[in-house]
């Protein structure tokens, strides 16, 4: 018995040493595995996978070949980024980013689809290095993200239903201070109703925050679980078409908007450490909205144009 | 009150959901045989109470079963990236995750959580099997391969069979969260299909039957094999022809 327990104890101990190997190999494992087909694509093409050298800053001015950038969209809401039914990436923001990388040669743009809140993770392991999704500002993704200029001025409409009242007398966000409403985590709505708040903890709106369905949440404001909620102005539009609620929109007056919550504006957010990609999106952006190419996208989504501009 | 739920819908967006069911399909069978291999792997540590890897698979396979799926897709797939980003940060090398496609972290992590379920079932299968019989197999001489071959396998296979259905429908609904890591199958297609027609509700449905669907015929598959398993005499007599 004694002799097994021993062969036992040798043979566990060498199969742990096996398995942390291989555990601790994988990042070893796979260094002879990615570094010969770095080699490889390196003769062949000459640094095109060199993206994360390029990406961490160290900034490879001699790249001849485009460096290639992993954008990530959840691909809704609709008109901002969907999949049309040919199977395509489309949408405002879309639209909107190639025109700016069609105006930045040294890159090379890779959009992924993926669940929403892939974005934030993947921009944090710097898997991808731009989240397009129609998001908003505020302080903390400011900590965490970089953010170009903007790219959409949006406008808020509050929802409610036809037959409420409170609809009547509502112009500002104050107005709707001490209202339910719902939303879902981490969308630009949601921050602008969070900014709002912080800024006006006295008079605060109530936030029920669901992963439900847009669709849900406007049947319950509808059935007078929630007093409104609020949506993008154009995406409302399209739900009206869609689905022919019984509701009534408010649109939020943007100047108070504007001096509520500084920055009602959507973005592109960008991995932290890839500043000089902000710099060249910036420009590129800028040179999109002034030529009109900006104007072109938000007339075809929304039939009137929410371009930022520049004073 | 128009149009809120557009039953048509719910069908004639199947054809379109089914596209991807190769793709969960995939995801399912390599995610099967991994949790398979490896949980059996760890079953014969716990069962042989190999000193340190017994210590190390029980951790795994708390660990593993005290965390969502989700929460495991996150890990391998943003975890890595970031690891590697340390990686390259302290070493100065640049190795980019971005080269191996998603679809492997949804297959290896869906795989190991399997594994780890499959495990507990596989051991107390084996372990179902009475010691008497291991020890007239080693009476007789076989090795200890041998009787695990013979002896202890057909045994507790059937025995394993139920459970291991069980959780092979777990595996294929958890499938459905391969979207985390960007993997597109019928779940991610779905949501992909609202985002466009604003009918979230309607998608639901059809995965819902799509779903359903594939759980009875891996019911009834199993359901199958465990007639096919359960009955001695069957055994015998294919051992004698």
């Given at each position: 018995m004694k002799r097994d327990r021993l062969k036992k104890a040798i043979v566990g101990v060498l199969g742990a040493a096996t398995i942390l190997g291989a555990l601790s190999g994988c990042s070893n494992s796979q260094k002879p595995a990615e570094t010969t087909t770095a080699k490889a694509s390196e003769e062949s093409k000459k640094e095109e996978t060199s993206s994360v050298a390029a990406q961490s800053g160290s900034e490879t001015t001699a790249a001849a070949e485009p460096v290639t950038i992993y954008a990530a969209t959840g691909g809704s809401p609709k008109p901002f980024t969907f999949v049309d039914s040919s199977n395509q990436l489309t949408g405002h923001n879309i639209e909107l980013i190639k025109a700016i990388f069609d105006r930045l040669p040294q890159y090379k743009l890779e959009i992924e689809v993926t669940d929403f809140?892939?974005?934030?993770?993947?921009?944090?392991?710097?898997?991808?290095?731009?989240?397009?999704?129609?998001?908003?500002?505020?302080?903390?993704?400011?900590?965490?993200?970089?953010?170009?200029?903007?790219?959409?001025?949006?406008?808020?409409?509050?929802?409610?239903?036809?037959?409420?009242?409170?609809?009547?007398?509502?112009?500002?966000?104050?107005?709707?201070?001490?209202?339910?409403?719902?939303?879902?985590?981490?969308?630009?709505?949601?921050?602008?109703?969070?900014?709002?708040?912080?800024?006006?903890?006295?008079?605060?709106?109530?936030?029920?925050?669901?992963?439900?369905?847009?669709?849900?949440?406007?049947?319950?404001?509808?059935?007078?679980?929630?007093?409104?909620?609020?949506?993008d102005k154009p995406m409302f539009e399209y739900y009206e078409k869609e689905f022919n609620f019984n509701v009534t929109g408010v649109s939020i007056s943007s100047d108070v908007a504007k001096d509520l919550m500084e920055e009602p504006y959507s973005y592109l957010i960008v991995s932290k450490g890839n500043e000089k990609l902000v710099e060249d999106l910036n420009q590129a952006l800028k040179e999109v909205i002034e030529d009109g190419t900006s104007k072109e996208i938000n007339l075809k989504w929304f039939g009137s144009d929410y371009s930022p501009s520049y004073k | 009150m128009s149009k809120i739920f557009d039953w048509q819908l719910v069908f004639t967006e199947i054809p379109l959901l089914l596209k991807y069911l190769p793709v969960t399909i995939q995801l399912t069978l390599i995610a099967l045989i991994i949790g398979w291999v490896a949980g059996l792997f760890i079953a014969i540590v716990k069962i042989h109470r190999i000193p340190v890897l017994q210590q190390l698979c029980t951790l795994f396979v708390s660990v593993v079963r005290g965390t969502p799926i989700i929460v495991q897709l996150y890990l391998t797939y943003f975890g890595i990236p970031i690891f590697l980003k340390y990686y390259n940060f302290y070493n100065g090398t640049s190795y980019n995750v971005n080269g191996i496609p998603p679809i492997i972290f949804a297959i290896v992590a869906l795989g190991l959580n399997q594994s780890a379920f499959d495990s507990e079932t596989i051991r107390a299968a084996i372990q179902s099997v009475e010691k008497g019989q291991v020890e007239a197999a080693k009476s007789l001489g076989m090795n200890g391969l041998q009787i695990f071959y013979r002896v202890l396998l057909p045994q507790a296979v059937t025995v394993a069979i139920p459970s291991l259905g069980n959780s092979l429908i777990g595996l294929v609904k958890g499938t459905s969260l391969a979207f985390t890591c960007s993997v597109v199958e019928i779940t991610a297609q779905g949501k992909i299909l609202a985002g466009n027609s604003y009918r979230y509700f309607e998608v639901y449905c059809s995965l819902a039957i799509i779903y359903w669907v594939i759980t009875i015929f891996i019911e009834r598959l199993f359901t199958y094999i465990e007639k096919k398993m359960s009955v001695p005499e069957q055994i015998a007599e294919k051992k004698e022809a």
């Open positions: 809140p892939s974005i934030f993770a993947g921009l944090d392991s710097d898997r991808y290095q731009i989240g397009v999704n129609n998001f908003a500002k505020n302080e903390k993704r400011k900590e965490k993200y970089l953010f170009t200029d903007p790219i959409f001025a949006n406008e808020y409409v509050a929802i409610f239903a036809k037959d409420n009242k409170k609809a009547e007398s509502i112009n500002t966000w104050e107005d709707l201070s001490g209202l339910k409403t719902i939303s879902q985590s981490g969308i630009n709505i949601t921050t602008a109703l969070e900014n709002y708040n912080a800024a006006n903890p006295q008079k605060a709106i109530n936030i029920e925050y669901s992963d439900e369905d847009l669709v849900l949440q406007i049947q319950d404001v509808e059935a007078g679980k929630y007093d409104f909620v609020l949506m | -």
